[in-house]
C-alpha cells in the first residue's frame, strides 16, 4: 500500500466484509484490509476509528488490528512514540462500559499487554494500571481483562521479547504479584457479581500459572475459597464452574513443581507446602458428593471439571503414593486413584479418557521401579480400570452394523494402546482369562454376575482380549485354544461386529499360532470364507497379512493358496489398503520359496498388477482417481510386492529371480510415465514403485540404468516433478560409488540442476518448493557418501552450495533436515580417512570451499536459527556446527565471533537483546564443545535471547 487510504473507504470495506452479499465483495474487502493492516498506515487508522466508535464492525477490526500490529509490527514504530500509543490505548479502555462488546474490550486489552511487555521505559505499568482504574468499579472489568492477559503473554510465540526481557518482566510480576492478590481480594469484598467473580478467579489462575503468586502467600487461600465454595455448590452456572475448576487444576499443577523443591535440611518439601497439599486433599475429597450430584443431574461439563480436578489431584500425589506405598502399606493418598475411578466409571467416555494420561504416569513409574511388591499393591486398581474401559468400549445394543469412524472409534483406539501400557500391572493373562470368563457368562468386567452374555458385551471382551493377545506367552495352552476354537465354531448368525473383532483377535495371536502349527489350517479356512463377506473382509486381509509376517516358514506350504488369494483380490470385499497387505504378506512368504519358483511366481504376481495398467494405456481410459481406472492402484500394489521380497543374492554373478519379473515390469512403467506424465501424483508413485524394484535388484538393476536415467531426465525438464530427483538419489545410492555409472549419473544431475534451480530462484521458490529442495540435496549427499571427489570436481558445486546457503533458512522441517545432512556429508568426506589416498583429495576440496564460503556458512546458520527456524530443528544446525569444529575449532571459532557480531544488539522495544557476557558465553561455549548435544544447548539458550 503506497499511501495511508481515507477513513471513509476504510469504513467501506469493512462494511463490505461484514455486510455484502457477494462473495467475491467479500474476499475483495477481505485482501484489501489484509493488505492495510500490514502497513505502516494502519496504526494511525486503527487509533481514529476506535475515537470515532461508529458502529461494531468497525471497532472489532480497529482493535483487532492495533493488536495485530503491536504483537507482529512492533519495531515500525520509533522509540519515542510508545508514549503516545499507550496513552492513546488507556484513553480506549477507560471509555469501555458495560455495553462494549466482548470481543472489542479482549482485543484492546491484548492490545495494552503486547504494549506493556515490549516497552521496556514502562516501568511499573501493573502498579500504573491498579492505581488508574482500581478504584472505579466500572472500571474492573477492563483492569482484571488486561490483569489476566499480561502473564498468558509472556510467553507467547509471537512476541520476540527475548529471555533477558521475559526475566525482566517475569521479576516485575512477581514482585507485584502480592499487590495482585490483595487488589483481587479487595474486589472480592467490593463486588457481588457473578462476572466479576468469573474474571477474578481467571485474573488469579493467570498469575499463578506463571508463579508470579506464591502457593504460600497470606492471602492466597481468599481465592482458593472461593473457588470452592463455587464447586461445592450444585447450584453453580457452567460459566463460574469452569474457572473456579481451572483455578484448583493449575494449583495442583504447580504444586507438582513446587513439591519436588526440598528443605536443605530435612530433605523433604518445605513445611509449608507439605501443609498446602494436604489442605487441597481434604478440601478436593469433600467434592465426592457434588460430583456424584452433576452425574445424577447428566451436567457433563461440571462432570469434566471435577474429573480433571481428581485426576490433577491423583497427579500431584502419583510419587509421594508410590514412595509411600512401601512394604505392604498404602499412602493415604492413594484414596485419589479411587476418585480417579469414579470418573473412569462415568456413563460418557469423554470423561473417562481424561484421566488416561494419570494411568500412563502410574504404569511408567511402576514400570521403572519393577517391584512385585509395589505392583501388586496398584492391581486391584487397574483391574477396575480395564473392567471400566472394557464396558465403555461396548457398542450400543441397537447397532446393526460395524464400529463406524467416529470419535467413539477413536476412544476405542486410544483405550487400545492404555490397556497394552498397563496390563503388566495385573498380567496379560490374567486379564485375557478375565475377559475369557465374560464370554463364558462368568463374571462381567466390572464383577458382576452374567449368565447369558449379550453380543456387545461379548465383542467389548474380545477387543479387550485383541489388546493384550501379543504379550500372550506361546506355550499358553489354557484358554487361548478355547478361544480360537470358540471363533472357528462362531455361528453364522454371530453379530457382525463380534465376528470382525474376533477375526482382528487372531491376527493378534499370531505368535501362538506360530507356536502351534495345527491351528494355522482352520484359520485360514476361516480368513479365507472372510475374505469373501462384506464387513469381514478388511479384517481378514489385516489378520491374513500378520500371520504371514510371523509364521512364514509354517505358511510356506500354503503359497500356493496364497497366489490364489492375491490373484482374485478384486473380487474380495475388501479395500485397497487391505488388498495391498494382503499381497505384502504373499510377497513375504515368497521369499521362503527355491529360487526357480521364486521367478516364475514374482512375474505372476506382478502381471496380475500390471496387466490393468496396460488395459488402460491400451484403451486410454480416464483416470478416475481411487478407482480401477487409477493406475495409482495398481502402482502401489506392484510397490508392495518388491518391497517386501527381500533376498540376498551372495555373488553377483548369479541372476536375480526377481529380475526376469523387473524386466518384463519396465515397459509398463515406462509407458505409465510417459502417458501420464502431466500428473504429479501418478509420476511420484511410479517412481515409488521402480524405487523398491531398484532396491530389489540392487546392481542386477544395471541394464536397466540407462534407459531410466535418459527418460526421467526429459520428464523433469518438461514437468520438474521432485520425485524425479529423489528416485535419482536411489539410483546414486546404489549405483553411485561404481566407476562405470558415475559420470553417466553426474551428467543426470547436471541435466537436473537446470530446470530445478529454475524454479528455485523464482519469488519465494524455496518456500514454494519444499518438497525439490528436499530431493536435490538428497541427491547431492548421497553423491557425496559414494562418489565425493568427482562431484566436488563437477562445474555445478559452486551453484549447489550457493543454493544450500540460501536453503539454510528455510522453515520446512523434512527440506531444511535435507539441507543439513549434505553439509554434514561434505564436511564429514573432508575428515574421514578410511582411504588415505583419497583422503588427501578430499580433504583439499572441502578446505577450498570452507575458505571461501566457512564465513558465510556459519553466518547463515546462525541468523537461521535465532530468525527464521522452527526450536526442533536445532539439533540438524548443531550437527553442521560441530562437524565444523572438528575440522577447525579455531576457524569456527573466527567465523563465529564474526557472525554473533552481525545479530542485533536491541529487541523492538529498545531494550538490550543479549549481554556482552552472554555473547562471550555463547561463543565459548560452543567452541569448546565437544558433543553436538552441548552445543544444541548452547544455540537453544542464544536464540531465547532474541525470541
Not at 43 to 49: F, G, I, L, P, Q
Not at 96 to 122: E, F, H, P, R, Y
Not at 761 to 780: A, I, M, S, W, Y
Not at 839 to 859: A, M, P, S, W
Amino acid at each position: 500500500m503506497d499511501s495511508a487510504p481515507s477513513l471513509e473507504t476504510v469504513y467501506q470495506a469493512v462494511y463490505s466484509l461484514y455486510n455484502n452479499p457477494n462473495p467475491s465483495e467479500k474476499e475483495r474487502a477481505s485482501q484489501w484490509l489484509g493488505e492495510l493492516q500490514k502497513s505502516v498506515y494502519a496504526w494511525k487508522v486503527a487509533d481514529e476509528m476506535l475515537q470515532q466508535k461508529k458502529d461494531l464492525e468497525s471497532c472489532y477490526f480497529a482493535a483487532q488490528t492495533m493488536r495485530t500490529k503491536i504483537q507482529l509490527s512492533f519495531h515500525e514504530l520509533p522509540v519515542v512514540s510508545h508514549i503516545s500509543l499507550r496513552d492513546s490505548l488507556l484513553d480506549h479502555i477507560s471509555q469501555i462500559n458495560k455495553n462494549t462488546d466482548t470481543v472489542i474490550v479482549t482485543q484492546l486489552c491484548l492490545a495494552l499487554g503486547d504494549l506493556i511487555l515490549q516497552m521496556g521505559s514502562w516501568r511499573e505499568p501493573v502498579m500504573d494500571l491498579i492505581q488508574k482504574f482500581g478504584d472505579s468499579v466500572g472500571s474492573l472489568w477492563p483492569l482484571l481483562e488486561i490483569l489476566t492477559v499480561l502473564p498468558e503473554e509472556v510467553n507467547s510465540r509471537f512476541l520476540r521479547l527475548g529471555a533477558n526481557r521475559r526475566q525482566q518482566i517475569t521479576s516485575n510480576l512477581t514482585n507485584n504479584g502480592e499487590a495482585v492478590l490483595e487488589f483481587l481480594t479487595t474486589c472480592l469484598k467490593k463486588v457481588d457479581d457473578v462476572q466479576i467473580y468469573i474474571r477474578i478467579l481467571r485474573c488469579f489462575t493467570s498469575w499463578i500459572t506463571i508463579q508470579a503468586i506464591s502457593l504460600t502467600a497470606p492471602l492466597f487461600t481468599n481465592i482458593v475459597t472461593l473457588a470452592f465454595e463455587v464447586l461445592q455448590n450444585n447450584m453453580t452456572g457452567s460459566q463460574l464452574h469452569e474457572p473456579a475448576a481451572d483455578c484448583i487444576s493449575v494449583i495442583l499443577q504447580i504444586l507438582q513443581k513446587d513439591i519436588s523443591i526440598k528443605d536443605p535440611n530435612t530433605g523433604d518439601p518445605t513445611v509449608q507446602l507439605q501443609q498446602l497439599q494436604l489442605d487441597l486433599f481434604s478440601r478436593i475429597v469433600t467434592l465426592e458428593q457434588a460430583y456424584h450430584l452433576s452425574v445424577a443431574h447428566e451436567d457433563i461439563d461440571k462432570s469434566i471439571n471435577y474429573c480433571r480436578i481428581f485426576t490433577e489431584l491423583a497427579e500431584t500425589f502419583l510419587e509421594t503414593i508410590i514412595n509411600g506405598s512401601m512394604n505392604g502399606k498404602q499412602h493415604y493418598a492413594i484414596k485419589s486413584l479411587n476418585f480417579a475411578l469414579f470418573c473412569v466409571g462415568h456413563y460418557d467416555y469423554e470423561v473417562a479418557q481424561i484421566t488416561f494420561n494419570l494411568w500412563y504416569r502410574l504404569s511408567e513409574l511402576l514400570y521403572q521401579r519393577n517391584d512385585d511388591d509395589l505392583t501388586s499393591v496398584f492391581k486391584p486398581y487397574i483391574e477396575r480400570l480395564i473392567g471400566a474401559l472394557c464396558r465403555h468400549c461396548q457398542m450400543e445394543p441397537d447397532h446393526l452394523g460395524l464400529i463406524e469412524e467416529d470419535g467413539f472409534a477413536d476412544f476405542r483406539m486410544r483405550v487400545f494402546e492404555l490397556i497394552k501400557d498397563v496390563v503388566f500391572v495385573v498380567g496379560s493373562s490374567h486379564c485375557f482369562r478375565q475377559m475369557f470368563s465374560t464370554l463364558t457368562g462368568g463374571h462381567g468386567p466390572q464383577g458382576q454376575t452374567i449368565t447369558v452374555p449379550t453380543w456387545d458385551l461379548i465383542e467389548a471382551a474380545l477387543f479387550v482380549m485383541q489388546a493384550v493377545a501379543k504379550n500372550i506367552l506361546p506355550e499358553e495352552n489354557d484358554v487361548v485354544p478355547k478361544v480360537v476354537e470358540a471363533i472357528l465354531n462362531l455361528p453364522a448368525n454371530t453379530h457382525i461386529a463380534v465376528r470382525c473383532t474376533s477375526i482382528l483377535l487372531l491376527g493378534e495371536l499370531c505368535e501362538w499360532i506360530n507356536s502351534h502349527p495345527q491351528s494355522l489350517e482352520p484359520i485360514l479356512n476361516l480368513l479365507l470364507t472372510c475374505l469373501s463377506q462384506q464387513g469381514l473382509g478388511n479384517a481378514a486381509s489385516n489378520a491374513l497379512q500378520s500371520i504371514c509376517t510371523a509364521c512364514p516358514k509354517h505358511m510356506s506350504s500354503h503359497f500356493q493358496g496364497l497366489l490364489q488369494i492375491a490373484r482374485s483380490v478384486d473380487n474380495f470385499a475388501i479395500s485397497n489398503d487391505s488388498a495391498i497387505g494382503i499381497l505384502k504378506g504373499v510377497a513375504k512368504i515368497l521369499t521362503r520359496l527355491s529360487k526357480d519358483e521364486i521367478e516364475i511366481s514374482m512375474k505372476e504376481l506382478c502381471w496380475f498388477q500390471a496387466r490393468p495398467m496396460c488395459h488402460l494405456l491400451e484403451d486410454r481410459v480416464p483416470v478416475e482417481r481411487g478407482g480401477k481406472s487409477d493406475p495409482v492402484l495398481w502402482l502401489d500394489r506392484l510397490a508392495a510386492i518388491f518391497r517386501n521380497v527381500t533376498l540376498q543374492i551372495n555373488d553377483s554373478n548369479d541372476t536375480h529371480p526377481c529380475q526376469a519379473a523387473a524386466n518384463e515390469m519396465w515397459p509398463v512403467l515406462s509407458n505409465i510415465y510417459t502417458t501420464y506424465q502431466h500428473d504429479s501424483r501418478i509420476m511420484e508413485r511410479c517412481c515409488r514403485c521402480l524405487r523398491f524394484i531398484v532396491r530389489c535388484l540392487g546392481k542386477h538393476f544395471a541394464h536397466l540404468l540407462e534407459p531410466l536415467v535418459k527418460q526421467i531426465v526429459q520428464l523433469y525438464a518438461a514437468h520438474q516433478h521432485s520425485c524425479f530427483l529423489y528416485l535419482g538419489s536411489i539410483l546414486v545410492d546404489v549405483f553411485g560409488s561404481d566407476v562405470e555409472y558415475v559420470s553417466g549419473l553426474l551428467g543426470m544431475l547436471e541435466a537436473f540442476i537446470g530446470p530445478t534451480f529454475t524454479i528455485l530462484q523464482e519469488t519465494d521458490g524455496l518456500k514454494n518448493h519444499p518438497d525439490t529442495v528436499d530431493d536435490l540435496f538428497r541427491l547431492c549427499a548421497r553423491f557425496l557418501q559414494t562418489s565425493p571427489i568427482l562431484f566436488l570436481h563437477a562445474p555445478m558445486i559452486n551453484s549447489i552450495l550457493d543454493c544450500a546457503l540460501m536453503a539454510c533458512s528455510l522453515d520446512h522441517k523434512v527440506a531444511n533436515s535435507s539441507v543439513m545432512k549434505f553439509f554434514l556429508d561434505l564436511l564429514y568426506c573432508g575428515r574421514n580417512c578410511e582411504n588415505q589416498s583419497d583422503f588427501t583429495i578430499r580433504r583439499q576440496l572441502v578446505q577450498d570451499i570452507l575458505r571461501e564460503k566457512g564465513q558465510t556458512l556459519v553466518t547463515r546458520l546462525l541468523h537461521s536459527v535465532v530468525f527464521s527456524l522452527s526450536s526442533y530443528m536445532m539439533s540438524d544446525v548443531a550437527d553442521v556446527l560441530g562437524e565444523l569444529i572438528l575440522i577447525s575449532r579455531e576457524l569456527t571459532s573466527v567465523w563465529l565471533e564474526q557472525a554473533i557480531k552481525q545479530m542485533p544488539v536491541e529487541n523492538a522495544g529498545g531494550s538490550p537483546a543479549a549481554t556482552v557476557e552472554q555473547l562471550q558465553e555463547f561463543h565459548s561455549v560452543v567452541c569448546r564443545a565437544d558433543y553436538s548435544y552441548t552445543v544444541v544447548e548452547a544455540l537453544r539458550n542464544f536464540t531465547r535471547l532474541y525470541r
